[in-house]
């Protein structure tokens, strides 16, 4: 097969999440779903408008593929239109993913400013069905408001039922709102964790990674165990459009996810 | 020529065994012959004042008695008194073109369907490809057929090309295949390749695979003497002493990117139009982008591929801006990609040296001189010879 095919799909359930982002589960006409990694993302196709690449925010209960994605342009907003039953393309999974597995014995940093929580659910699913192997796991997610905030009752029962230290914060406060408001940095100092045993998990803006990083960087954390998912313009997801370069890299094959030992230096040269 | 030649990436597989030269004196029956076996032809000829590869069904159609110069920004077709068929160097059209057309349908869709277009992949032999291009379908070859997701129409439209190579005799103004280290012989990836000899005028033909073989067999010929081969690597190395330019590629990995802030990138940014001419010219630039298009009714769904360049601004577009916004971003991009970064992606060099970028930039910016004058600074050693 063309490695640019996509493989037809039906979304097999919608749910509204905030007024412009939705979750899509979707399963293949035939077959089932494939197998993928933390930080993994597919191409999505909506017919006769484009493609985009979205990370997989879940495995759903039947198996299902999970996505989430934001209105922001034709080909997101298609896809948010999409109902159950309808026909999408899937192509992947491709790319990079967090490593979980090698976070064991240590304690684990999530850190999602956003949308970047959607593809960091499916790291803190896999803390939470390992939980006795890793140390104390805390979650920080930033939003613009509290109406904005994704998955919250997912976030709630993460603190309830699994021993995890969440916290939220948002950048423009409503009169109902009691919690932190601010850059998500600013809650790094009131998580615990051990810096030289930590494994930390970063996902958003781009500024809010490198911000996030350099300071757990100050705190002791090594660098390649602060890993981040970075985001390109992708074409392809399959390194042949050229599109998602950074200096050597090129995303869609090396990344998303990379460590911070690699990311920094990269990131740091303007327009790389 | 018994070498084992080098196949690691090309796709089909080359006799190891000795092939001897032989000579002949016309193509006439070797396009026949090439005809005859199902391919269509395709050439360089003279149009659009320049030399373009077109179908052709006789030597007749060939440029002989044409030269050209070649220069940044310019190229001019002149006349030759010496009536060499094969007496200019580069021409705008590469054998891109072929392995990787500007615009392709990959899938149609309607209903619950999505289904792959049948790529074509016409029987096509291309004569007269210099060891430049040679190069840079091997570059190429690595791109989509290299790496973990190989492209199965590449693949058949690849193995449907037979390759016939012209050593350089006459390297233009604007060539650097030797500081590259990809000519002007050709020594590898080739099907037949042909050297243009002089008092008598004939062709030294070296074969490169067993299909080339089977060519040759069919056409009159007479093996090669001592004498032929000997004017043949004489005409080779004649031109790999007159190459029109020179770069310093030592390093180049380490030293370009290393030099992101160098004030060079703000002075060609000034000069640079970003037409995106230079990448639609140069022979292993792949990077594309995807249309999608439905019909009048909605109902059917086609998206394609075709050619996109990292001079454009919605190249690197994300989240609502692009990231190279500006053009010295852009024009960075492009010079440490095909320098430098190309060797971490794909294991090789980007660039082949045919000097196409040169020679169709319409500001005339000179790849050999931006590498120079960030490496040695304008006060250095200079590329053009
Ligand atoms: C590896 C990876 C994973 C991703 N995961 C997700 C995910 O899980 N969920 C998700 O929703 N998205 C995700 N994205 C982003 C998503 O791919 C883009 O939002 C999408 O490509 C936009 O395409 P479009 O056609 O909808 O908009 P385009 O047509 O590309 O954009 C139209 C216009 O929308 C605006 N716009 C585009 N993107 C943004 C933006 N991010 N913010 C603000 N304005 C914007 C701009 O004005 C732009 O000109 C991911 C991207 C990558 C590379
Ligand atoms: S960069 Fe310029 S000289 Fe090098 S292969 Fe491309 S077009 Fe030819
Ligand atoms: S051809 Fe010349 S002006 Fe055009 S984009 Fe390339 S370097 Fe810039």
Same mark, same amino acid.
């Given at each position: 097969?063309?490695?640019?095919?996509?493989?037809?799909?039906?979304?097999?359930?919608?749910?509204?999440?905030?007024?412009?982002?939705?979750?899509?589960?979707?399963?293949?006409?035939?077959?089932?779903?494939?197998?993928?990694?933390?930080?993994?993302?597919?191409?999505?196709?909506?017919?006769?408008?484009?493609?985009?690449?979205?990370?997989?925010?879940?495995?759903?209960?039947?198996?299902?593929?999970?996505?989430?994605?934001?209105?922001?342009?034709?080909?997101?907003?298609?896809?948010?239109?999409?109902?159950?039953?309808?026909?999408?393309?899937?192509?992947?999974?491709?790319?990079?993913?967090? !490593?979980?597995?090698?976070?064991?014995?240590?304690?684990?940093?999530?850190?999602?400013?956003?949308?970047?929580?959607?593809?960091?659910?499916?790291?803190?699913?896999?803390?939470?069905?390992?939980?006795?192997?890793?140390?104390?796991?805390?979650?920080?997610?930033?939003?613009?408001?509290?109406?904005?905030?994704?998955?919250?009752?997912?976030?709630?029962?993460?603190?309830?039922?699994?021993?995890?230290?969440?916290?939220?914060?948002?950048?423009?406060?409503?009169?109902?709102?009691?919690?932190?408001?601010?850059?998500?940095?600013?809650?790094?100092?009131?998580?615990?964790?051990?810096?030289?045993?930590?494994?930390?998990?970063?996902?958003?803006?781009?500024?809010?990674?490198?911000?996030?990083?350099?300071?757990?960087?100050?705190?002791?954390?090594?660098?390649?165990?602060?890993?981040?998912?970075?985001?390109?313009?992708?074409?392809?997801?399959?390194?042949?459009?050229?599109?998602?370069?950074?200096?050597?890299?090129?995303?869609?094959?090396?990344?998303?996810?990379?460590?911070?030992?690699?990311?920094?230096?990269?990131?740091?040269?303007?327009?790389? | 020529?018994?070498?084992?030649?080098?196949?690691?990436?090309?796709?089909?597989?080359?006799?190891?065994?000795?092939?001897?030269?032989?000579?002949?004196?016309?193509?006439?029956?070797?396009?026949?012959?090439?005809?005859?076996?199902?391919?269509?032809?395709?050439?360089?000829?003279?149009?659009?004042?320049?030399? $373009?590869?077109?179908?052709?069904?006789?030597?007749?159609?060939?440029?002989?008695?044409?030269?050209?110069?070649?220069?940044?920004?310019?190229?001019?077709?002149?006349?030759?008194?010496?009536?060499?068929?094969?007496?200019?160097?580069?021409?705008? !059209?590469?054998?891109?073109?072929?392995?990787?057309?500007?615009?392709?349908?990959?899938? $149609?869709?309607?209903?619950?369907?999505?289904?792959?277009?049948?790529?074509?992949?016409?029987?096509?032999?291309?004569?007269?490809?210099?060891?430049?291009?040679?190069?840079?379908?091997?570059?190429?070859?690595?791109?989509?057929?290299?790496?973990?997701?190989?492209?199965?129409?590449? $693949?058949?439209?690849?193995?449907?090309?037979?390759?016939?190579?012209?050593?350089?005799?006459?390297?233009?103004?604007?060539?650097?295949?030797?500081?590259?280290?990809?000519?002007?012989?050709?020594?590898?990836?080739?099907?037949?390749?042909?050297?243009?000899?002089?008092?008598?005028?004939?062709?030294?033909?070296?074969?490169?695979?067993?299909?080339?073989?089977?060519?040759?067999?069919?056409?009159?010929?007479?093996?090669?003497?001592?004498?032929?081969?000997?004017?043949?690597?004489?005409?080779?190395?004649?031109?790999?002493?007159?190459?029109?330019?020179?770069?310093?590629?030592?390093?180049?990995?380490?030293?370009?990117?290393?030099?992101?802030?160098?004030?060079?990138?703000?002075?060609?940014?000034?000069?640079?139009?970003?037409?995106?001419?230079?990448?639609?010219?140069?022979?292993?630039?792949?990077?594309?982008?995807?249309?999608?298009?439905?019909?009048?009714?909605?109902?059917?769904?086609? $998206?394609?591929?075709?050619?996109?360049?990292?001079?454009?601004?919605?190249?690197?577009?994300?989240?609502?801006?692009?990231?190279?916004?500006?053009?010295?971003?852009?024009?960075?991009?492009?010079?440490?990609?095909?320098?430098?970064?190309?060797?971490?992606?794909?294991?090789?060099?980007?660039?082949?040296?045919?000097?196409?970028?040169?020679?169709?930039?319409?500001?005339?910016?000179?790849?050999?001189?931006?590498?120079?004058?960030?490496?040695?600074?304008?006060?250095?050693?200079?590329?053009?010879?």
């Amino acid at each position: 097969m063309h490695p640019m095919t996509p493989v037809p799909y039906r979304v097999r359930s919608r749910r509204p999440d905030r007024a412009d982002t939705v979750t899509l589960a979707l399963e293949p006409l035939s077959g089932p779903c494939p197998g993928f990694l933390p930080g993994q993302f597919t191409m999505i196709y909506a017919r006769g408008v484009g493609e985009i690449p979205m990370s997989i925010s879940g495995r759903g209960r039947t198996g299902t593929l999970v996505h989430t994605i934001r209105a922001v342009g034709a080909v997101s907003r298609a896809l948010c239109r999409k109902r159950p039953g309808d026909l999408v393309g899937v192509r992947g999974p491709y790319g990079t993913a967090w !490593d979980v597995p090698g976070a064991a014995g240590l304690d684990v940093v999530v850190v999602a400013g956003g949308l970047g929580l959607a593809p960091l659910r499916t790291v803190v699913r896999e803390l939470i069905a390992h939980r006795s192997r890793f140390g104390r796991i805390s979650v920080i997610a930033g939003t613009r408001t509290p109406m904005t905030l994704l998955y919250p009752r997912e976030l709630a029962r993460w603190r309830d039922a699994h021993d995890i230290d969440v916290q939220v914060t948002v950048d423009h406060p409503d009169p109902a709102w009691k919690g932190p408001v601010g850059l998500v940095t600013r809650l790094i100092d009131r998580i615990v964790f051990e810096p030289r045993r930590t494994a930390s998990f970063v996902c958003g803006p781009e500024a809010m990674m490198r911000a996030v990083a350099d300071d757990l960087l100050r705190r002791g954390v090594r660098p390649e165990r602060v890993v981040l998912s970075l985001e390109r313009n992708m074409k392809c997801g399959v390194g042949r459009c050229g599109h998602c370069q950074l200096g050597p890299l090129l995303l869609c094959l090396d990344g998303p996810v990379l460590g911070y030992d690699r990311a920094a230096g990269l990131l740091a040269v303007k327009e790389l | 020529m018994g070498i084992k030649r080098d196949i690691s990436h090309t796709v089909w597989s080359v006799r190891g065994n000795a092939v001897m030269d032989v000579v002949t004196r016309s193509l006439e029956p070797l396009i026949a012959a090439l005809r005859a076996a199902g391919y269509t032809v395709v050439g360089p000829t003279v149009k659009d004042r320049a030399i $373009r590869l077109t179908e052709i069904s006789s030597a007749a159609e060939l440029p002989d008695g044409t030269g050209d110069v070649q220069e940044p920004g310019n190229y001019r077709l002149t006349e030759r008194d010496d009536g060499m068929v094969f007496g200019y160097a580069a021409s705008p !059209d590469s054998a891109k073109r072929f392995t990787q057309p500007p615009r392709q349908t990959l899938i $149609r869709s309607r209903g619950q369907v999505i289904e792959e277009v049948e790529p074509e992949a016409p029987r096509i032999a291309l004569l007269g490809l210099r060891a430049c291009d040679l190069a840079a379908i091997a570059v190429q070859d690595r791109v989509f057929l290299g790496g973990r997701h190989p492209d199965p129409a590449y $693949r058949r439209r690849r193995e449907a090309l037979f390759l016939i190579a012209v050593n350089c005799a006459v390297p233009g103004g604007t060539c650097f295949c030797v500081s590259m280290g990809t000519g002007p012989k050709a020594t590898a990836g080739f099907d037949l390749a042909l050297t243009e000899l002089a008092a008598p005028h004939r062709f030294l033909i070296e074969t490169g695979s067993e299909r080339g073989a089977r060519i040759v067999a069919a056409i009159p010929h007479q093996a090669a003497t001592g004498d032929d081969v000997a004017a043949a690597d004489e005409v080779s190395r004649t031109a790999a002493g007159r190459m029109g330019r020179t770069v310093d590629t030592e390093g180049v990995q380490e030293w370009l990117p290393a030099a992101h802030d160098h004030p060079r990138w703000d002075d060609v940014a000034s000069r640079c139009l970003a037409c995106t001419n230079c990448t639609m010219a140069c022979p292993t630039c792949f990077c594309s982008t995807v249309e999608d298009v439905t019909d009048l009714s909605g109902d059917v769904a086609e $998206r394609s591929e075709r050619w996109d360049s990292c001079f454009t601004l919605d190249f690197s577009e994300v989240g609502g801006s692009p990231v190279r916004g500006s053009q010295r971003g852009r024009y960075r991009q492009w010079l440490t990609h095909k320098f430098a970064t190309w060797y971490d992606q794909f294991g090789t060099s980007g660039c082949v040296g045919c000097g196409r970028c040169i020679t169709w930039c319409p500001t005339g910016i000179d790849v050999t001189e931006e590498l120079s004058a960030i490496r040695y600074g304008t006060e250095g050693p200079s590329c053009i010879r």
